[in-house]
């Protein structure tokens, strides 16, 4: 597939990068660097961790470049300039390249992209899709401009999203098809094609407390935003027992069932839910520090009496 190795710098960061990395180099190209997020402190004897890719770019024995910031530095952009690269291949890197950086790979900065653009732009792509009902996501290869997911696309390949689709799930797969089309899109240059003026959407980055459950929405838009804040950020509500204090309920699994009533009320001894539309039957769950129970397992061991209201 590939007639002659090229010498690339790979820019990523977390799990999603990590099989573009080593596809690229069990191919053989040359991995002159490997840019990827400084190590941060992480649990809780805050010692530095390093990133996914970090970790296995240490691992096959490259050389790794942790920039606090890119904009701004020219040092850092002549330090790139300075590898005389024939592209560079970007997946979720976590930092905007300035554009010296953009234009001085001879091929320019490939990017792994994790939706069909235009089609969610943005830093949550397959957390978005999932959340809007899509029906497909997949992969695109652009190539990189100074917009914001906004270049020409070289490939795309689709995935179909299922009724029980999850962004782990998604994640896995579309991290395998992004290694494959990398290595594709430098062996044969396909065409680039400007990305649709219409049809552009934007996937803004997540914090903790989207996963937080309104339980006045439609029980159709609760059940999705289960399934695409998986694992992160996760989707919790709070439960309100008799005689004990609230504590953070996360839910990991729940389907659409049929029921009425005053949002967030528990409507049976089964955990079904009252919404702003219908109900929702909440089939996996986790109190803070203990262990993920399936419904059953967890209401042997907490009772959860008719009307109790969750959230807010």
Request: overall charge neutral.
């Amino acid at each position: 597939m590939n007639p002659r190795p090229m010498r690339i710098a790979f820019m990523g960061s977390p799990d999603f990068a990590v099989p573009a990395l080593r596809a690229l180099h069990a191919s053989g190209h040359e991995i002159a660097a490997v840019y990827c997020q400084p190590a941060r402190p992480a649990g809780r004897g805050h010692a530095l961790r390093r990133c996914a890719v970090h970790v296995e770019a240490d691992r096959l024995g490259l050389t790794v470049c942790t920039p606090a910031r890119l904009r701004g530095v020219p040092a850092e952009w002549d330090g790139f300039a300075a590898l005389d690269l024939d592209a560079a291949v970007v997946a979720a890197y976590g930092l905007i390249l300035p554009k010296p950086m953009l234009d001085a790979p001879r091929r320019g900065c490939l990017n792994i992209h994790a939706s069909l653009l235009p089609r969610w732009r943005g830093a949550a792509p397959i957390h978005a899709a999932i959340l809007a009902g899509d029906r497909a996501t997949g992969i695109t290869i652009m190539r990189m401009d100074a917009g914001l997911d906004t270049g020409p696309m070289l490939l795309r390949e689709a995935v179909p999203i299922t009724p029980t689709t999850t962004t782990a799930t998604l994640h896995d797969t579309l991290a395998e098809i992004g290694a494959r089309l990398i290595l594709t899109a430098l062996a044969t240059q396909p065409e680039a094609v400007p990305q649709p003026a219409e049809g552009a959407t934007y996937a803004a980055k997540l914090s903790r407390d989207d996963g937080r459950i309104d339980w006045t929405r439609d029980a159709t838009s609760i059940e999705r935003q289960v399934r695409a804040f998986d694992p992160w950020p996760g989707t919790f509500t709070t439960l309100d027992g008799a005689a004990r204090d609230a504590a953070v309920l996360k839910v990991l699994g729940a389907v659409v069932a049929e029921g009425d009533g005053t949002p967030g009320t528990v409507l049976d001894d089964a955990l079904l839910i009252a919404c702003g539309h219908g109900a929702l039957r909440l089939t996996r769950l986790q109190l803070a520090g203990r262990s993920a129970l399936d419904a059953a397992v967890f209401l042997r061991g907490h009772k959860v009496p008719l009307g109790t209201r969750l959230g807010p």
